[in-house]
């Protein structure tokens, strides 16, 4: 556990939170700040800060409840279908691995997700790219 960091203060109940769902591994709350009503933030109580980080062993039960979670958030709100997310570092507020599960709905304006998509600029490059990738496994 950090000290200073606010999910660790929710598992350890020193700060209150909306929890909607809590194992020995894991706690999942609403997002204070939703992006829609039903935004719930799953996170491993052991703190890490990335995906990367998570300790093999929890990757199973983190996605696990990830699982159950979605199918809950997307009853329990009606939704048509569902938004999952990490932010490792790059755009991460909260320096603590949390899983985004976002209901959704078609037509509901979110437009923050909203990602031009580009083209490799040749067969090479999409070569070279596996290469690296496979490389680095
Ligand atoms: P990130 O930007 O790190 O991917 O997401 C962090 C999320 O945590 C944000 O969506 C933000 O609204 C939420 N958040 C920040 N502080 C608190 C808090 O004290 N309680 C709860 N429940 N959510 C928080
Ligand atoms: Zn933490």
Known sequence: ?????????IVAREIPAEIVFEDE????????GPLFPGHVLLAPKQHCQTLTELPVDLVGPLFLNVQKLT???EK???AEGSFIAINNRI???VPHLHVHVVPRKRK?????FFWPRKSYSSPELVKETGEKIRAAL
């Open 1 to 9: 556990m950090s000290d200073v960091c606010i999910f660790c203060k």
């Open 91 to 93: 755009s991460q507020s």
């Open 108 to 112: 509901d304006g979110l437009r923050g």
């Open 76 to 78: 329990a709100m009606e």
């Open 71 to 73: 199918r809950a958030v």
């Open 25 to 32: 591994l894991t706690i999942g709350f609403l997002d204070i």
